[in-house]
């Protein structure tokens, strides 16, 4: 089972295949047969210019391309919603490219922006038909996974009901006792323990029907989709690496003060 990262990466890739080749037709019909220079020199500030071709038209760089040079290429092909598509696919390839965590709704959006994409161009069948059944895939996981979450939770509400139940009786049970028993013999004895039955009782109602269903066991966390083995998510929890990078640069920076006043 793919990642939410992963089904992006793959989606990504798929692109990349399936709309290279409506990407140099319309290219050499607008440029000529010096297209590939062409489109280099506007990429002249990227980093991986002087890659070689093969390596050089990844999703990056066509994505980039395609948003350039669309007044005088591919808008006469393409409309604005295809334009939108475009400049919605740069912005999630720059965050998976940064390695930022996705949702598996997140997925499921560029897989289905991708192939919107590529059904526009007419061609790309064969990815369109994978980039199809990674939808499918993706939807039996979210199905799955909230038919699960309803089955848990719908088994929890049944517990919790009869343990409030059981609670609620038997509470009910030590009152009815104390006032048959008790309370005529002694009333202020049978009035305490009655007050008592129900503060405790009532409070261990409360709490248990609050209470959420627990997580047992090695799982996946829902945001990140990596295995945890406790109920919250250390890697959706921790601290951004800068956070701590800022806080051991204050540390150092504050020895280092105290180290200078101490010479003084």
């Not at 990227?46 to 395609?66: C, G, K, N, Y």
């Not at 996705?102 to 499921?108: G, K, N, R, V």
């Not at 006032?179 to 009532?202: D, S």
């Amino acid at each position: 089972m793919l990642t939410a990262h992963e089904t992006i990466g793959v989606a990504l890739d798929q692109f990349t295949q399936g709309v290279m080749p409506f990407f140099e037709r319309e290219l050499q019909a607008a440029y000529g047969r010096e297209w590939r220079q062409t489109v280099r020199s506007s990429l002249k500030n990227e980093r991986h210019s002087q890659l070689p071709d093969e390596a050089f038209w990844d999703a990056h760089a066509i994505l980039t391309v395609m948003w350039d040079h669309w007044n005088a290429v591919f808008r006469q092909r393409l409309g604005l919603f295809q334009r939108s598509l475009v400049s919605e696919l740069r912005e999630y390839r720059n965050l998976w490219a940064h390695q930022t965590a996705f949702s598996e709704d997140d997925a499921y959006r560029v897989v289905d922006t991708v192939q919107r994409l590529l059904s526009a161009t007419g061609q790309a069948e064969e990815q369109l038909e994978d980039l199809g059944r990674i939808k499918l895939d993706l939807l039996r996981q979210i199905l799955g996974r909230q038919m699960n979450d309803d089955l848990i939770r719908a088994r929890s509400n049944r517990e919790r009901m009869v343990e409030v139940g059981l609670f609620g009786v038997a509470g009910c049970a030590i009152i009815a006792t104390t006032v048959l028993a008790m309370i005529p013999k002694n009333p202020l004895a049978g009035l305490i323990l009655c007050v008592f039955t129900v503060v405790v009782f009532g409070y261990i109602v409360i709490n248990r029907w609050r209470s959420n269903p627990p997580v047992h066991g090695v799982h996946e966390c829902p945001k990140c989709r990596k295995v945890i083995y406790s109920e919250i998510c250390p890697y959706c929890e921790a601290p951004p690496s800068s956070t701590i990078a800022r806080g051991t640069s204050s540390l150092r920076l504050d020895t280092l003060r105290d180290a200078t006043s101490a010479r003084i």
